[in-house]
């Protein structure tokens, strides 16, 4: 049987890399999938100018996704510093996009509407090992 994923061991300099190679129908059950997590602040000037309402609805988000780091669903999340206006980005990984409308759906920035995600699937190419 060919696994589902095999993985090629390499370095770039001082890194050692792993890439992951998907191999499509090598199993007969259902691959992990990847989303890519895209938080739109509210507007251009948060969270410098946050107010303590939203303050405590962030601190709630930051939890959330803590907790679906913990439980291994989410493989990374935190804000970009982008200087046309900052971002969130969270990666993860569920049977399918289902699963990622679940994980917005109960996050307390949309719950409040205080942001709005994007959802957009992802394909794992490498991580370092």
């Not at 190679?21 to 007969?28: A, D, L, R, V």
């Not at 669903?73 to 969130?88: E, H, N, S």
């Not at 942001?115 to 370092?128: A, D, K, Q």
Request: charged content about 20%.
């Amino acid at each position: 049987m060919v696994p589902l994923f095999y993985a090629l061991r390499m370095r770039a300099g001082n890194i050692a890399i792993k890439l992951l190679i998907f191999q499509p129908n090598s199993y007969n059950h259902i691959a992990m999938a990847h989303f890519v997590f895209r938080l739109i602040a509210p507007r251009a000037t948060f969270p410098m100018d946050i107010t303590p309402e939203e303050a405590a609805i962030m601190q709630s988000h930051a939890a959330y996704w803590a907790d679906l780091c913990n439980r291994k669903i989410a493989l990374i999340f935190g804000p970009v510093f982008d200087p046309r206006g900052a971002w969130g980005l969270g990666v993860v990984e569920v049977e399918d996009e289902a699963a990622a409308k679940e994980i917005v759906a109960k996050d307390p920035v949309t719950i409040s509407s205080l942001c709005t995600v994007e959802i957009l699937p992802f394909r794992l190419g490498m991580i370092r090992s």
